[in-house]
């Protein structure tokens, strides 16, 4: 059965479509999952920019106005994940419905084992329609008390929606005294933080390479913490190997 989860935050700047790269391309190669991954951010895409994709002659608009099909509009990362792009071009947002993305993935059902979708930020139609379109969903937020609340609205709405709320991913955590503790994140949502990703380097640069953290900087702190998140989301355990130990695994039967 397909499951649909929702990557949502309540502002922009905190690192959703980083998260939604990084989880789509481990799961596929690290963990051999069919999992296809959606720009549902139509109005200011991004997720195919962070992938290289500069563009795509059929993207989710198209699918939304009725001029393509949901399967003509995906395509295939080398890392073995499947991207459905949103478009780059200001004229394809005329006559788009956003409340269609709930129909139009389930042209998706039973050819995918995880469709994951990368939400516009905040609370307009576009959110609510991926919101919508959701089983489950992941907040994405930085330990700073004013986009914690807007985890905490967006909490609500989520729940008079009846959908599944998974927990709170805590990004781009310096550990700095003043920044929000994990502890103090869930008092405040009231809402599981599931993971602590680091303020990491490697993020940027591989932004800038167009390529995930997981493939470009695999042994990154950022890196084994995408990849332990993917490993939760399909119930399975992730084990960070030192890379010193995969030096000596690689050349043990010489």
Known sequence: MTRVIGIVSGKGG????TLVANIGAA???????????????????HLGLYLGMYY??????????GEASI???????FTGMKIIPASLSLKDLSGVDVFG???????????????????????????LAAIRASDEVIFVTTPFVPAIMDIVKMKRLVEE????????????????KYEVTKDDVEKLAEIPVISVIPDDKSVPKSLSAKAPTVVLYPNSPASREFKSLAAMLIGEYYEAKNPFTKFVEKFKFW
Do not use: F, Q, W
């Not at 905190?14 to 479509?17: A, D, M, N, P, W």
């Not at 795509?56 to 106005?65: A, C, D, E, M």
């Not at 399967?71 to 990362?77: A, P, Q």
């Open 14 to 17: 905190v690192g959703k479509t």
């Open 27 to 45: 799961l596929a190669s690290e963990y051999k999952t069919n999992v296809t991954i959606v720009d549902c951010n139509i109005s200011t895409s």
């Open 56 to 65: 795509s002659p059929v993207t989710l608009n198209k699918v939304l106005t």
């Open 71 to 77: 399967e003509n509009s995906v395509y295939e990362h």
């Open 101 to 127: 993305i709930k129909n139009a993935i389930k042209g998706l059902h039973g050819k995918t084992d995880l469709i994951i979708l990368d939400a516009a930020p905040g609370l307009g139609r576009e959110a």
């Open 161 to 176: 929606m009846n959908v599944k709320i998974n927990g709170i991913v805590l990004n781009m955590v310096k550990r700095e």
